[in-house]
């Protein structure tokens, strides 16, 4: 399988815990994106890298939220002290040069209680 | 700032109708667009896209969709339903002028639930 994978697929964790979640994007592209969603929502971009280098951060992206792709191919998504409103499914994504067009990993479905 | 609104959350049409999915959006410029589905509990499938050139674009599963930029809409369609599109169907754009020609983040519409009546 080559496509984009994320793992955990789910993780339930209590209020004020640290998550990290990694994805594997496909192999050949440099581009990869973390996104969230929400029930009933569309997905909402969080950030954006090219190789390792993190070029873009939505303001969604608090403090507490970090990513990192140190050699430009698997990436982290950390999230410090969790909170209830945390809880979506965080999905990340790939992309090549060009053309446009992200493929999309199965997401990681994250629960705070 | 872009923004892409999925007129109807919910559709419904008889397996062997016609699909229409509604999608507008609002951009300073021409943007890149996109279909995408969603099955329960998974990622999301790139259906189609449109970047430059023919407005009329296909898709996978039969789906197809006309960029029209004095309507400033991008409709999915698809001749015949079948039981298996009964999904998510997401509309998203990105913005070609910013970083590295449609590289930045895709905002998305907030879905239209395609149900399939036997």
């Known amino acids: 399988d080559t496509g984009v994978s994320q793992d955990p697929r789910h993780k339930i964790t209590k209020r004020g815990q640290n998550v990290t979640f990694r994805c594997d994007p496909i192999s050949e592209h440099n581009r990869l994106y973390w996104y969230r969603q929400t029930l009933g929502q569309g997905p909402e971009f969080l950030t954006y890298?090219?190789?390792?280098?993190?070029?873009?951060k939505s303001r969604l992206l608090s403090d507490r939220f970090s990513a990192e792709r140190p050699k430009g191919s698997f990436s982290t998504l950390e999230i410090q002290r969790t909170e209830q409103g945390d809880s979506a499914m965080y999905l990340c994504?790939?992309?090549?040069?060009?053309?446009?067009?992200?493929?999309f990993g199965p997401g990681t479905r994250l629960t705070v209680l | 700032a872009q923004s892409v609104t999925q007129l109807g959350s919910h559709v419904s049409v008889s397996e062997g109708a016609l699909v229409l999915l509604r999608c507008n959006y609002s951009?300073?410029?021409?943007?890149?667009l996109f279909w995408y589905v969603q099955y329960p509990n998974q990622g999301l499938q790139l259906l189609l896209k449109y970047t430059t050139g023919a407005t009329l674009v296909k898709g996978i599963n039969g789906f197809e969709a006309e960029f029209k930029k004095s309507e400033t809409s991008f409709h999915l369609t698809k001749p015949s339903a079948h039981m298996s599109d009964a999904a998510e169907y997401f509309c998203a754009v990105s913005d070609p002028a910013r970083t590295g020609g449609g590289a930045d983040g895709l905002t998305f519409g907030k879905g239209t639930h395609l149900i399939i009546q036997p």
């Open positions: 994504a790939s992309s090549p040069s060009w053309p446009p067009g992200q493929f």
């Open positions: 951009s300073s410029v021409p943007p890149y």
């Open positions: 890298f090219q190789n390792e280098a993190q070029l873009e």
